[in-house]
């Protein structure tokens, strides 16, 4: 449409001023027959004033179509101004958000140019390597080398199968080395931007802080292992419990019927020889052998309680150890002596039992329980006696230094059945028998050397021993040399003579009539005047009512009122009368007992005449 409008006016333009001419120049036409109507003049007059008019309502159009173009222009201009004006606005919001978004996740920008090998850190990033955003270069070799060179080859290794296209994004946990000198933990991520051509152009990215993170989740890992190790070493633990139960469970039954053959050995043999004793038709000589035998029996059962008792302290952890001047070498000599006494019992002619001292000094005591050295003792020297039927058994020590510190090393050597190498560790533990020979039945309960060894730690001491099948054994045991600060009462000076108590008068608080018979015979040839009291009530009315009494031996299970409650009464009126506790109740804690209440002395039942009369010289 334009162009014929354009083309129209051109003709105008053009064939009007081109008429105009002709007419001017008398050229007869058809088209130029207006002269017939029109005077020259005014035919020019016309055509200029339709050219004017044209031209002029051309200038109009032309004007109007300006303002209409115009007015569109300003519209589309405006319109494009608003669009602009939102797509800045977008973009501020967007770069608000995003801004915000970083700062909120603490996270650092890095941009990498990769065809210029440019590169840019944020603020933030430099900051979380202690740098301001002045000190750190915008340069990526920088960056690199404080990469942890453990770290280094997976983070390059990662960086190009992303670039590689291996990989959707970016990604890596790696080490970098803080202005500080030490590394913090950074969590990196980024995208590629890729060329049509497939090349990486630009890659982008964050770092993280992890540093706090990560060194929770190591401790966390570290106590998840620690956990771990524990409920394996738990149930290692419960493993091993369960199978020393189902051991012991066992242990104990043969136990039951190993207790039950030895209490009824010794109890036959008390029993029988008991009966024996009142056959008329038996002479003097052959009574002295039933009452050894008696006495021999009566001692077994008393070991044997002993070590029930004994195990059973150590497994509630209530054996004490009462330490006190120790004399080695009398205890050596005294523990071997009542051996040999007995040895002739067994008739065991053919093994010898020899005694070594390691200091010659009879007199040289150290600091340790005497009573407990002395159970040591006869446990190791009975085992070697019980277990050896040729040959000898050797008893001896030696003083041994290591870094300063002294300590005795004892030793039991027998030549008797010896015990296999993959038992060694197990004799000690209680009730076990590990004997294995078919020809001789060996007595025993298998608690011996399982109190001796509790009994050689409780010391501060070691036992151990070497041993060969057939050929013998040796158990070793140390206990350190303390020096003895206490008051010395050397054994020699103890007085078991008999002496002629006629003008002594004792009281015998004893409920039990066989006990009080013992004591009464036991004192007979002493020719003491004995009185008794058969509960505690009697033994204080007795006390208060006959001043002679010189001395006092007082059970302490009584009836009416125990021997205790007993002491203190009689205290209270004749505190200067010595009152000696007799009772079967043995055990440390019960000896103190009676000290407390006001007794000057302490015998354990069954009380042998040869303390007895010891204890009593003490005091009358
Ligand atoms: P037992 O009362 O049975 O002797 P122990 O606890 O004293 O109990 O000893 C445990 C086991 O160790 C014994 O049953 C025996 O098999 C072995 N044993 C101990 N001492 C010796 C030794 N001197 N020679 C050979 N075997 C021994």
Known sequence: MKRIFYIFIFFIIVFIPLGMYAYSLNISSSLFNLERIYSKNTVLLIYSSILISIIFTLYIISIVRRL??????????????????????????????????????????????????????SERWKNMLGFKDSEFPNDIKAFEDRIHPDDIDKVISRFHNHLDKKTDYYENIFRVKHKMGHYIWIHDRGKAIFSKENIAIRIVGTHTDITEKHIAEEELQQYQNQLEEKVKERTIELQEAKEKAEESDRLKSSFLA????????????????????????????????I???????????????????????????????????????????????????SHNLKSKDSVQLKLMKGIQNDNFTIHTDPIRFQQILINLIGNGLKYT??????????????????????????????????KHEE????????????????????????????????????????????????????????????????????????????????????????????????????????????????????????????????????????GLEATREIKKVRPELPIIAQTAYAMQEDEEKTKNAGCVDYLSKPIKTKVLISTLNKYL
């Open 68 to 121: 209409i173009l115009k007015r569109k222009t300003s519209k589309i201009f405006k319109q494009e101004v608003e669009e602009h004006k939102k797509t800045a606005q977008f973009l501020q919001i967007s770069q608000e958000r995003f801004d915000l978004a970083m700062k909120g996740s603490n996270d650092g920008i890095w941009d990498r140019n990769l065809m210029n090998n440019s590169v840019f850190y």
């Open 258 to 289: 190993n207790m039950s053959h030895e209490i009824r050995t010794p109890m036959n043999a008390i029993i029988g020889f008991s009966d024996l004793l009142t056959d008329p038709d038996i002479n003097d000589h052959q009574k002295q052998e």
């Open 291 to 341: 009452i050894k035998h008696i006495n021999k029996s009566s001692n077994t059962l008393v070991y044997l309680i002993d070590d029930i008792i004994d195990i059973a302290k150590i497994e509630a952890g209530q054996l004490k150890i009462n330490k006190s001047e120790c004399n080695i070498n009398q205890i050596l000599a005294d523990v071997c002596n009542s051996f040999s006494e």
């Open 389 to 422: 039927e040729n040959g000898f058994v050797e008893c001896g020590y030696m003083v041994k230094t290591e870094n300063n510190n002294s300590h005795l090393e004892f030793y039991v050597k027998d030549t008797g059945i010896g015990i296999q190498k993959d």
């Open 427 to 562: 004799i000690f533990n209680r009730f076990s028998k590990v004997e294995d020979d078919k020809t001789k039945l060996y007595r025993g309960t298998g608690l011996g050397l399982a109190i001796t060894k509790n009994l050689v730690e409780m010391l501060d001491g070691k036992i151990w021993l070497e041993s060969k099948e057939n050929i013998g054994s040796i158990f070793y045991f140390s206990i350190p040399v303390v020096e003895f600060k206490g008051l010395h009462t050397p054994e020699s000076e103890k007085d078991y003579s008999l002496k002629d108590w006629r003008n002594n008068t004792i009281l015998i608080a004893e409920d039990e009539d066989s006990n009080y018979r013992v004591l009464q015979m036991a004192l007979k040839r002493t020719n003491i005047n004995i009185l008794r009291a058969e509960n505690g009530k009697q033994a204080v009315e007795i006390c208060r009512s006959n001043k002679n009494i010189n001395l006092v031996l007082m059970d302490i299970k009584m009836p009416e009122l125990n």
